[in-house]
């Protein structure tokens, strides 16, 4: 094992529904929660080492934390213990994906760990087991794993796969700094005190969209009842999501918990139009051009570092 690393590629999510129910007991939210993956990556790479550390290259590495705080790293640590294994082992996290940005970046590096950790350790762990550990670690933690489309429903941690009947095309601009998740539920909860707050149930019409591969059908069904707490405490991204509709996006909504903000296009050609003039309006850092569904996590490199 010592001459071993093993790399493993995960993908970014939108939530092309975000219903959001009211803050329960333990403080969490009841959700239905349509995930949808999308072809924008972190690469995870694992190797043998003389203790558990963690490094972190690409655009926001700097905001990633580099100690046991990190979902990768609380990865290794979780599949360690279950089966009596001294965890030193070297995580590196190549990141592509936006950080802080609403689109599952710690909760892809989690999956993506555990997942490599799991092929270096030559543990053979069925995917149930593993969708057990990443629901352990966090509510987008085993969509980052399963990849595709898929309902979660309570936390948003248990998963129903859904069928997608084609390529949907994307832009997503990312904003300067963060939105903190829990900052973001809070003041949903603030707004919504005092009303009714329904329990969050799947849009039918929505999930007929992704089946049928629609564009034009799924643009009025998208909804995210966090936005309106993302614009509160992120006012500037109301003009974002104008700018790009303007542009020609079918339709757009805070990504997430945002700040980053995600624009459905008719076809690629579209994507462009609308990645440049959000650009050139300067309200965004940058704007991706990608498409989905894409496959969760996957094992892209397993080999010998010496003979390999």
């Known amino acids: ?46 190797t043998p080492a003389d203790e558990l550390r963690v490094t972190c290259a690409g655009p926001d590495a700097h905001q990633v934390p580099l100690d046991t705080t990190n979902l990768a790293a609380r990865a290794a640590l979780a599949l360690a213990e279950r089966h009596g294994i ?37 543990l053979g762990s069925s995917e149930a087991e593993l969708l057990a550990i990443c629901a352990e670690l966090g509510s987008d933690v085993p969509f980052s794993l399963l990849g595709g489309a898929a309902l979660g429903v309570g936390r948003g941690e248990r998963l129903t796969p859904l069928d997608v009947g084609g390529t949907f095309h994307w832009v997503f601009a990312v904003a300067d700094g963060g939105l903190s998740t829990p900052a973001v539920y809070a003041e949903f909860d603030r707004l919504t005190s005092g009303t009714d707050v329904p ?9 007929t969209a992704l089946r049928t591969g629609d564009p034009t059908a799924l643009a009025p069904t998208l909804t995210n009842d966090l936005q309106p707490a993302a614009l509160s405490l992120r006012p500037a991204l109301a003009t974002t999501l104008t700018t790009g509709t303007s542009a020609g996006a079918l339709a757009a909504l805070v990504s997430g918990s945002g700040p980053t903000t995600a624009f459905l296009t008719k076809d690629e050609e579209s994507a462009t139009t609308v990645a440049d003039a959000l650009l050139a309006s300067g309200n965004c850092r940058t704007a991706r051009v990608t498409s989905s569904p894409a496959a969760g996590a996957r094992v892209v490199s397993s080999q010998d570092r010496v003979n390999g």
């Open 1 to 46: 094992m010592s001459g071993t690393e093993v790399t493993v590629r995960v993908p970014a999510k939108v939530n092309v529904q975000l219903a959001v129910g009211a803050a329960r007991p333990d403080g969490f939210h009841d959700l239905a929660n349509v995930f949808l993956a999308v072809g924008l990556y972190d690469e995870i790479t694992v």
């Open 86 to 122: 001294d965890p030193r082992v070297h995580i590196h996290i190549d990141k592509d994906i936006p950080v802080a940005g609403g689109m599952a970046g710690g909760s892809a590096d989690g999956a993506g760990a555990l997942l490599a950790c799991d092929a270096l350790w030559s």
């Open 199 to 207: 329990p969050p149930t799947a849009d039918p019409a929505l999930l």
